[in-house]
């Protein structure tokens, strides 16, 4: 054997050497990071796709929102106005020529709101009158229910007397001093 053969040889070995080395990096490290890539990217894009999803449903929800507040703002804002007996009587007489108010029952328990039951004692010269009032209900700035039975009997004369039942709903206010709170507009 000569030298060459013998260099060539060792170059040849040198080579294998190289390779199998190359081979065995390649399977224990470049493998496993592709795959630990490719199962990362598909958790990513999955991810992704629900917080897409999610986002578009919030954004839908969120402009329903918006549209909702604006179109029954006047609502809104009658839940936030506290009860004033006052303002109530001033309104009513406008419809009854007299009008007396009894609590039944304040405050009865609600998650949200406080509800106010009264009974109304009212006096007027025709029913017409009660509905005329009914239909103005929304313009007084809080939330009434009118509760069925009404009673109507006559009251010596041309004048009606009238009985029947509403309810007050009034929004409640956080006391939590710990509780975040909401600016509002």
């Known amino acids: 054997m000569s030298l ?13 050497l190289y390779l199998v080395t190359l081979f065995l990096l390649i399977f224990l490290l470049v493998i496993p990071a592709v795959k630990s890539y490719k199962r990362v990217n598909k958790s990513y894009i999955e991810t992704k796709a629900y917080y897409m999803n999610a986002q578009n449903g919030y954004e839908t929800i969120n402009d329903r929102l918006k549209v909702l507040k604006s179109k029954h703002r006047k609502v809104i804002e009658a839940f936030e106005n506290s009860w004033n007996e006052g303002k109530f009587i001033a309104k009513a007489k406008e419809y009854f020529l007299h009008i007396e108010l009894k609590p039944v029952d304040i405050n009865i328990s609600d998650t949200l709101f406080k509800i106010y039951e009264i009974n109304a004692m009212t006096k007027m010269e025709s029913p017409q009158n009660f509905y005329r009032f009914l239909d103005a209900l929304p313009e007084i700035p809080f939330v009434i229910q009118a509760d069925f039975p009404i009673a109507f009997k006559a009251h010596g004369g041309d004048q009606i007397e009238g009985v029947f039942r509403i309810r007050v709903y009034e929004e409640k206010k956080e006391s939590n001093a710990s509780s975040p709170s909401v600016s509002k507009r």
């Not at 060459?4 to 294998?16: A, F, H, T």
């Open 4 to 16: 060459k053969e013998i260099r060539l040889i060792r170059m040849l070995m040198w080579i294998l």
